[in-house]
């Protein structure tokens, strides 16, 4: 009798699972690194938001923001596995097995704002984002992290010379490490979440990301020098669960491709927006800034970047990047 109830439970339960599937009535998890201000933030609580009104309340995307989820790594494992529906996490997390993905994180490869909206809109970001799918992730959109820049606590960086033997906190990203390497850094690549008591506690002497990454973290309360270097740009691919993705209809996919583009789009706005004021405010706060520091002697650096990714994957991605107008 109780092999009987406990067959007829699971039954039960299976009917009932598929009755909700079968409504399209779901909710999706969606995990990031954003901090509660972060434009991540507030681009994913913009998506899902979307998301619900477009399905008309069929779909809920439930976030966990601020690594609540893990590391980055951590939160791309658990996106493969499906125990995640989606991630937004920064591009270097990516390339640890995707090393194609490695091309927009070459230094110095992009000129602005407008040159990342055009690569990202063409064939070439078409193709990396379809590359994840051979690693069971779904591409949705490229959300970002944005142009890098470089603080420390040692002196200001005026030039390539000045980071000598600095110890910055990179990502794992291999384009970004060789690029310090030859800048004379010493790079020393740890999940973000470290960052902040490692800076405090002077395990490391700097860092680099964005403005807006560097004030709502507050970084500004443990370093003192920031250069505006713009040295790198890094992308944050939305993905979300392969298998996940293909089990849902052709309009629900449509929604969260809709969505995640719009959620992109509006998160690109914010970071223009708001790097503006938050670099008037981290000099408010106490930070000493370099707004034009010598690009051109940093220049010998990047290039062995570009050639050591050349050498995997050629150089015909580069130069379309490159001469794109």
């Not at 379809?130 to 959300?143: H, I, R, V």
């Not at 384009?175 to 395990?203: D, R």
């Not at 002497?205 to 964005?210: A, I, M, R, T, V």
């Not at 809709?258 to 790097?275: H, M, P, S, T, Y």
Request: proline letters at 4%.
């Amino acid at each position: 009798m109780k092999k009987l109830n406990f067959i007829s439970a699971t039954v039960l339960s299976v009917i009932c699972s598929s009755s909700v599937f079968a409504a399209g009535t779901y909710e999706l998890a969606l995990s990031h690194y954003g901090s509660p201000t972060d434009t991540v933030t507030k681009a994913t609580e913009f998506m899902a938001k979307r998301v619900n009104e477009l399905s008309k309340g069929r779909i809920t995307i439930k976030l966990h923001p601020n690594s609540e989820l893990g590391a980055s790594g951590t939160q791309i494992d658990g996106t493969r596995m499906g125990t995640i529906d989606i991630v937004v996490v920064g591009n270097p997390y990516y390339t640890t097995f995707n090393e194609q993905l490695n091309l927009l994180d070459l230094p110095f490869l992009f000129r602005d704002e407008e040159h990342v909206e055009k690569v990202i809109n063409s064939e070439v970001g078409e193709k990396l984002l379809a590359s994840l799918e051979q690693y069971g992730l779904k591409g949705l959109a490229f959300y970002e992290i944005g142009f890098r820049d470089i603080t420390n606590n040692k002196r200001q960086v005026k030039s390539v010379k000045d980071l000598s033997h600095l110890k910055l906190r990179t990502t794992p990203n291999p384009a970004h490490i060789a690029a310090f390497k030859e800048w004379g850094a010493n790079p020393t690549p740890m999940p973000f979440n470290e960052v902040y008591f490692s800076l405090k506690t002077g395990v490391i002497d700097g860092q680099e990301n964005p403005i807006h990454h560097i004030y709502n973290n507050n970084l500004q309360e443990v370093q003192k020098y920031l250069s505006l270097t713009h040295h790198a740009y890094t992308a944050a691919p939305m993905a979300m669960n392969l298998d996940r993705f293909n089990s849902l209809d052709k309009e629900d996919q449509e929604i969260l491709l809709k969505a995640a583009k719009e959620g992109a789009d509006l998160e690109k706005q914010l970071n223009v927006e708001e790097n503006k004021v938050y670099l008037e405010k981290l000099k408010q706060q106490g930070m000493q800034v370099e707004e034009s520091p010598d690009v051109a002697s940093f220049q010998a650096g990047a290039k062995k970047a570009w050639d050591d990714y050349a050498k995997k994957f050629g150089d015909k991605e580069i130069k379309k990047i490159s001469e794109t107008k």
